[in-house]
């Protein structure tokens, strides 16, 4: 719906610009589940994620991010 709005919306002068928006997008999305099915595959074979995945606990992401143990900045 967002992408037909903004299409639809788009000044004629602008259009190629939101629709290069768009590709980028479809892209970037395209390239994730790709990556997820190599993932899945891996996990399926191998019993665990691939090394390059990092395990961390919930306490280490929010230190990380910068926020309290209720998750307030």
Same mark, same amino acid.
């Given at each position: 719906?967002?992408?037909? %709005?903004? @299409?639809?919306?788009?000044? $004629?002068?602008?259009?190629?610009? @939101?629709?290069? /928006?768009?590709?980028? &997008?479809?892209?970037?999305?395209?390239?994730?589940?790709?990556?997820? $099915?190599? &993932?899945?595959?891996? @996990?399926? /074979?191998?019993?665990?994620?691939?090394?390059?995945? @990092?395990?961390? %606990?919930?306490?280490?992401?929010?230190?990380?991010?910068?926020?309290? %143990?209720?998750?307030?900045?």
């Amino acid at each position: 719906m967002r992408f037909l %709005s903004e @299409v639809n919306l788009a000044p $004629i002068d602008e259009l190629r610009a @939101v629709a290069a /928006k768009w590709q980028k &997008v479809a892209e970037e999305l395209t390239a994730g589940y790709e990556r997820a $099915i190599e &993932v899945r595959d891996y @996990v399926e /074979k191998h019993g665990e994620l691939p090394p390059e995945f @990092v395990r961390v %606990s919930p306490a280490e992401l929010r230190e990380t991010a910068g926020l309290d %143990s209720k998750g307030a900045a």
